[in-house]
């Protein structure tokens, strides 16, 4: 795949996804505006942690275990039988799964979420209940979307997502006004529904699967399984962390999981848009170059991929940061979600997008070490952040900060994650983080982020009226001038990039 292919591809993935990720945040929007940072919304928020959980973490595990292995294939009849076995024990796997997550609901949400009061246990475990088949449709969804996805198809794949969310949202909204917080537990079904069945149209018309029963278990298929089963606990770490604050935050004050969820839905729409996009496309290209021992090109990809992230989520956290209580004002500030919600919510969003960076990073690093099938370690290191530093952290903090410690401890474990990956990716994968010029990298990105950080701090001293939508838009067009005028001035490799293409295009106009 050509350079300018590739960044084409990147950048429709992203248009597209950007829109899915917005109707998918307005969503929350909507809990917020319904039910505000209530009882309720906690019990909405925690009906459908578990079936986003699984979609996301098992999902995700097994799309990329199958991206690593499928693309290593030459034998069109071993695809087929590969992709025929996966679908049967897949879908049968998951069918016993959903049902005994439907019988046992009240059990499942009673282990988790311990500090819910026995009327809003009781309503999370009814919602719970009929969310619970999105789970069989949401997992396999997202095994579909993988082989688009290697079949190069990444356009198609993210429109199912889009498809879904925007048929979550109509019918949360619809519906609320007959069935109240019942709407978004049927929204969650029907939707994951919707998109399953534009998948399996999708897949029928390229002929990319045939949908037969194989109960062969062959060694491509338990290879793929060793390889998706480590991938659970440390490839999708971003999602254990909001899990386990969510099941901390059940025993404090009502409203406390819904405030972690509204910040974290925010913290997670840039880098969820960014990474989606170059995940979708760079990660099987970068199971094609492993395969080939092309090392210089995923060299290249490593650094570049780091440095795309680095330009643009890094100013985003900054500016978020300052703005947090604007942000949440123009955002949330409407219907149920009042003033004291703007200002138990903000602070969270503070501590918690100080380490979006770091969340992002994770997940682009760990693919790395998951197209070279060396998955053991970043798993390692994952669970030791996760169910070692956060869980350790969370338990010294929550007495005393309560839901302010379970961000803290979230944010101070990715970062902590992160160093680790990179020590780690140096090490065993002899990927270098900087290149020939480490000493101009550096002092270039520190004028970059100190100049942001003097405008936002101008911009508060300067601005004293109260109106946060203008506020955040004069900060906003300032902090990009800024962002341009530096990149331009000194040089960044990725406006040269930019300015290359742009010369070429306008010479073959003229």
């Given at each position: 795949m050509k350079g300018n292919t590739l960044f084409k591809i990147i950048g429709a993935v992203a248009v597209i996804n950007l829109g899915s990720r917005f109707i998918g945040f307005l969503r929350e929007v909507v809990i917020g505006y319904q039910f505000g940072t209530s009882s309720i919304a906690d019990s909405v928020v925690a009906a459908y942690t578990l079936p986003n959980f699984f979609y996301v973490v098992i999902g995700g595990a097994i799309t990329t275990a199958f991206i690593s292995i499928y693309s290593k294939m030459d034998d069109p009849p071993r695809r087929e039988t590969f992709l025929s076995s996966i679908f049967t024990w897949l879908s049968l796997l998951l069918i016993i799964f959903t049902a005994l997550l439907m019988v046992f609901s009240e059990v499942v949400i009673g282990l988790l979420f311990r500090g819910l009061q026995p009327e809003e246990l009781a309503l999370t475990a009814d919602l719970f209940q009929i969310m619970a088949p999105a789970t069989l449709f949401l997992v396999i969804s997202m095994w579909f979307t993988g082989i688009l996805n290697v079949n190069g198809k990444f356009t198609l794949a993210t429109m199912s997502t889009l498809l879904m969310n925007v048929t979550f949202v109509i019918i949360a909204v619809v519906g609320y006004s007959y069935i109240g917080p019942y709407a978004h537990a049927y929204g969650a079904v029907i939707s994951a529904i919707v998109m399953a069945v534009m998948l399996?149209?999708?897949?029928?018309?390229?002929?990319?699967?045939?949908?037969?029963?194989?109960?062969?278990?062959?060694?491509?298929?338990?290879?793929?399984?060793?390889?998706?089963?480590?991938?659970?606990?440390?490839?999708?770490?971003?999602?254990?962390?909001?899990?386990?604050h969510r099941i901390f935050a059940a025993g404090l004050s009502d409203g406390a999981i819904s405030a972690l969820n509204y910040s974290s839905k925010i913290v997670q729409l840039p880098q969820s848009v960014l990474m989606t996009a170059v995940t979708t496309v760079i990660y099987p290209l970068l199971a094609k170059k492993v395969a080939a021992n092309q090392k210089d090109d995923i060299q290249r990809l490593y650094q570049k991929g780091l440095r795309m992230m680095t330009i643009t989520i890094i100013p985003a956290t900054i500016f978020a940061y300052f703005y947090a209580e604007e942000i949440f004002r123009v955002v949330f500030e409407y219907g149920n979600f009042t003033r004291d919600s703007t200002l138990i919510a903000a602070p969270l969003f503070q501590l918690l997008v100080i380490a979006m960076f770091a969340h992002s990073a994770n997940l682009y690093v760990t693919r790395f070490f998951y197209a070279k099938e060396k998955s053991i370690l970043p798993v390692t290191l994952g669970v030791i952040s996760v169910f070692g530093i956060n869980v350790g952290l969370n338990l010294l903090l929550i007495n005393h900060f309560g839901a302010l410690g379970l961000a803290a401890a979230t944010s101070i474990s990715a970062i902590s994650n992160l160093l680790l990956l990179l020590i780690a990716a140096k090490v065993v994968l002899k990927l270098n983080l900087f290149g020939p010029k480490t000493f101009t990298t550096i002092w270039k990105f520190t004028v970059l982020f100190a100049a942001i950080i003097a405008v936002q701090l101008g911009v508060k001293s300067l601005i004293t009226f109260d109106m946060p939508i203008v506020t955040l838009t004069i900060a906003l067009i300032i902090t990009m001038v800024v962002v341009g005028l530096i990149v331009y001035g000194l040089r960044f490799p990725e406006f040269e990039a930019v300015r290359t293409k742009l010369l070429k295009k306008i010479a073959k106009r003229g």
């Amino acid at each position: 795949m050509k350079g300018n292919t590739l960044f084409k591809i990147i950048g429709a993935v992203a248009v597209i996804n950007l829109g899915s990720r917005f109707i998918g945040f307005l969503r929350e929007v909507v809990i917020g505006y319904q039910f505000g940072t209530s009882s309720i919304a906690d019990s909405v928020v925690a009906a459908y942690t578990l079936p986003n959980f699984f979609y996301v973490v098992i999902g995700g595990a097994i799309t990329t275990a199958f991206i690593s292995i499928y693309s290593k294939m030459d034998d069109p009849p071993r695809r087929e039988t590969f992709l025929s076995s996966i679908f049967t024990w897949l879908s049968l796997l998951l069918i016993i799964f959903t049902a005994l997550l439907m019988v046992f609901s009240e059990v499942v949400i009673g282990l988790l979420f311990r500090g819910l009061q026995p009327e809003e246990l009781a309503l999370t475990a009814d919602l719970f209940q009929i969310m619970a088949p999105a789970t069989l449709f949401l997992v396999i969804s997202m095994w579909f979307t993988g082989i688009l996805n290697v079949n190069g198809k990444f356009t198609l794949a993210t429109m199912s997502t889009l498809l879904m969310n925007v048929t979550f949202v109509i019918i949360a909204v619809v519906g609320y006004s007959y069935i109240g917080p019942y709407a978004h537990a049927y929204g969650a079904v029907i939707s994951a529904i919707v998109m399953a069945v534009m998948l399996v149209v999708l897949l029928k018309k390229g002929n990319f699967v045939r949908f037969r029963i194989n109960l062969k278990i062959d060694d491509d298929f338990k290879k793929m399984w060793r390889l998706a089963f480590p991938i659970i606990l440390g490839g999708a770490t971003l999602q254990f962390y909001f899990l386990i604050h969510r099941i901390f935050a059940a025993g404090l004050s009502d409203g406390a999981i819904s405030a972690l969820n509204y910040s974290s839905k925010i913290v997670q729409l840039p880098q969820s848009v960014l990474m989606t996009a170059v995940t979708t496309v760079i990660y099987p290209l970068l199971a094609k170059k492993v395969a080939a021992n092309q090392k210089d090109d995923i060299q290249r990809l490593y650094q570049k991929g780091l440095r795309m992230m680095t330009i643009t989520i890094i100013p985003a956290t900054i500016f978020a940061y300052f703005y947090a209580e604007e942000i949440f004002r123009v955002v949330f500030e409407y219907g149920n979600f009042t003033r004291d919600s703007t200002l138990i919510a903000a602070p969270l969003f503070q501590l918690l997008v100080i380490a979006m960076f770091a969340h992002s990073a994770n997940l682009y690093v760990t693919r790395f070490f998951y197209a070279k099938e060396k998955s053991i370690l970043p798993v390692t290191l994952g669970v030791i952040s996760v169910f070692g530093i956060n869980v350790g952290l969370n338990l010294l903090l929550i007495n005393h900060f309560g839901a302010l410690g379970l961000a803290a401890a979230t944010s101070i474990s990715a970062i902590s994650n992160l160093l680790l990956l990179l020590i780690a990716a140096k090490v065993v994968l002899k990927l270098n983080l900087f290149g020939p010029k480490t000493f101009t990298t550096i002092w270039k990105f520190t004028v970059l982020f100190a100049a942001i950080i003097a405008v936002q701090l101008g911009v508060k001293s300067l601005i004293t009226f109260d109106m946060p939508i203008v506020t955040l838009t004069i900060a906003l067009i300032i902090t990009m001038v800024v962002v341009g005028l530096i990149v331009y001035g000194l040089r960044f490799p990725e406006f040269e990039a930019v300015r290359t293409k742009l010369l070429k295009k306008i010479a073959k106009r003229g």
